[in-house]
Every structure is written in structure tokens, then in C-alpha cells.
């Protein structure tokens, strides 16, 4: 197999969240031999231990001061990640600093790792619009695409990311991150997208031996959008078993529990095992932003006794 073959199996199941696959086929591979493939494959290697939250890994093996630049924006990922998961706001500051100061050297504003990285960190730090602008240059840059896609239907501009799709189909052909970006947007969309958006995640599951967390969980997001709760619970079952604490897997048994209309402890005990899992997530603070609302609102009102 040529380089290039390893490389494009590399990123499909780095794309399909296949992580440690994608650890393995890099750390035994003696195909790479050239230098902008051996970079492509350690960034693709690192990011996939972020993806796995190993981020002490990653800072321990990246060199601050001599690692290129696309290994240096993972590494200031791994450290914001880090720091956002200890709730270290000080250190969160100053890594997003420092990962803007380094877009702005050489040509890293144009380097798609760096553009992915940086928008990423942005993203997390609830700075979409900056996001965005990172990803400026994206055209052929199915990665970039891909992350604005996702930042547009976080802002609810279906309308926007629906435009991205459409373009990225004049240049990336059938490309498999285009149509993971058609199957996010599909489930936004509705209707007969849902069904579509379903064909594409079981399609991703079958033609790999063993599906990945995040193909499982995009075929129970399409089957409860479907109506199709206990096959949805099924999946996520099956992703439970690879990872108990994979916080998307909690967040859509969360949902599919409340509209089964499993008991109450079994709901809670899901939202407790996604605290200690991601303590800081976006899912819980909504909830609990809600939960409080409510609460002010039920405190106005008083029972009466009509006896």
C-alpha cells in the first residue's frame, strides 16, 4: 500500500472516530516516508489522543519549542483541555492566547491543522464568531469545512451550514467527511433528511468491522429522530459497552430515557454519571440553567387549598 492509501485510510477513521485505530495503524506503519506525510500522521496521531482526553500524553510528547506548527497548535489544545477540565480559567487564557499568536506566524493562518485547532479552542471557549473567522480559508479544506458546518448549526443557522454542504459537494465529490457534514445537517433539517441522515450512519457502520462511538451514536440520534426509541437505546448500548463514560452517549441516553419514559432514578442516575464523566459540559450547564428558571418561576406561585 502507497503512502497516499495510508494516509486517506488515516483520515477517514480518525473522521469516523475511529481513534484507536488510527494510533495503531501510525505507531506501525513503514510506509511514511515523506516529511509532510510522517507531520500529517503524528498530528492526526495526537489529535487522536486528545479525542481520547489523554492530554498529558500529548503535552509530555510534543516539544513546546521545536515542534512544527501544526504539532504545536494539538499541543496547545491538549493544554486548554486540560486546563478547561480542571476549570483552570487562568491557564485556559492564556493557551487561547497563545494559540492565536501562533496563527499569526508563517503560514500557519492557511494551515489546516492550525486553522482546526485554534477554532476548536475558540469553540470551546464560546467564541464562535472568532471561530469563524479562523476557518476563513477553507475552500478544499474538507476539516475546516466540517467545523464551520458544526459551528453554524450550534448558532442554529441551518440556512449557512446547509450553503457549506452545498459548495464543499463542488470540490470534495463523495468524500466521507461530506457526508458526515450531510448526515449532521440532514438531522437538523427534518423529514425525509432524517432517513437519510440514518442510510449514511448505518452505512459507516457496516463497512467497519467495529463501529465506532460516534457512528453509534449518530444512528441513535437518526432513530430517535425517527420515532425509533428502542432501536436507538440499542445502539447506545452498544456504545455504553465501549465507553461508559463517552459524555454523547450519556447526553442521547438522557434523552431516549425521557422519552421512553423510563423512571425518574434512572434518568438521574444517567445526568450523575455525566457530572463526574464532563462536569463542565454545555449539556449540563443548559439543564441546570433551566432547572434553576423553573424553580423561580415555580417559587412565585403558592397552592390553595379550595376546601
Known amino acids: 500500500m502507497d503512502e497516499d492509501s495510508v494516509l486517506f485510510g488515516i483520515r477517514n477513521a480518525f473522521a469516523l472516530g475511529n481513534y484507536q485505530l488510527v494510533i495503531n495503524e501510525v505507531s506501525s506503519s513503514r510506509v511514511l516516508q515523506s516529511p509532510a506525510a510522517k507531520l500529517e500522521a503524528q498530528t492526526l496521531l495526537y489529535r487522536s489522543y486528545v479525542a481520547q482526553g489523554k492530554y498529558n500524553l500529548v503535552i509530555n510528547d510534543i516539544s513546546e519549542a521545536n515542534a512544527e506548527g501544526p504539532l504545536k497548535a494539538v499541543r496547545l489544545l491538549a493544554v486548554y483541555l486540560n486546563a478547561k477540565q480542571k476549570n483552570q480559567t487562568d491557564i485556559c487564557e492564556t493557551t487561547l492566547q497563545q494559540a492565536m499568536q501562533l496563527l499569526e506566524e508563517g503560514a500557519n493562518r492557511v494551515e489546516q491543522t492550525v486553522q482546526v485547532a485554534v477554532a476548536t479552542i475558540l469553540v470551546h471557549d464560546g467564541k464562535t464568531d472568532e471561530a469563524l473567522k479562523v476557518l476563513h480559508s477553507r475552500t478544499k479544506k474538507l476539516e475546516c469545512t466540517a467545523l464551520a458546518v458544526q459551528i453554524y448549526l450550534q448558532m442554529d443557522r441551518v440556512d449557512l451550514a446547509r450553503k457549506e454542504v452545498a459548495h464543499a459537494k463542488s470540490w470534495a465529490e463523495d468524500a466521507l467527511l461530506l457526508q458526515l457534514m450531510e448526515a449532521w445537517v440532514g438531522l437538523r433539517v427534518g423529514g425525509e433528511k432524517y432517513q437519510e441522515a440514518f442510510y449514511i450512519f448505518e452505512e459507516f457502520g457496516q463497512t467497519n468491522t467495529e463501529p465506532s462511538i460516534k457512528v453509534l451514536n449518530g444512528q441513535a440520534a437518526a432513530n430517535i429522530a425517527l420515532g425509533r426509541y428502542p432501536e436507538a437505546e440499542s445502539v447506545l448500548m452498544e456504545a455504553l459497552n465501549k465507553n461508559s463514560d463517552d459524555p454523547e ?9 425521557n422519552l421512553t419514559g423510563k423512571p ?12 463526574e464523566a464532563a462536569p463542565h459540559h454545555a449539556f449540563l450547564q443548559e439543564l441546570d440553567l433551566k432547572s434553576n428558571a423553573f424553580d423561580q418561576a415555580a417559587a412565585k406561585f403558592a397552592l390553595v387549598d379550595s376546601s
Open 249 to 257: 452517549t450519556l447526553i442521547n441516553m438522557i434523552v431516549c430515557a
Open 264 to 275: 425518574t432514578d434512572v434518568v438521574n442516575r444517567y445526568i450523575s454519571q455525566l457530572r
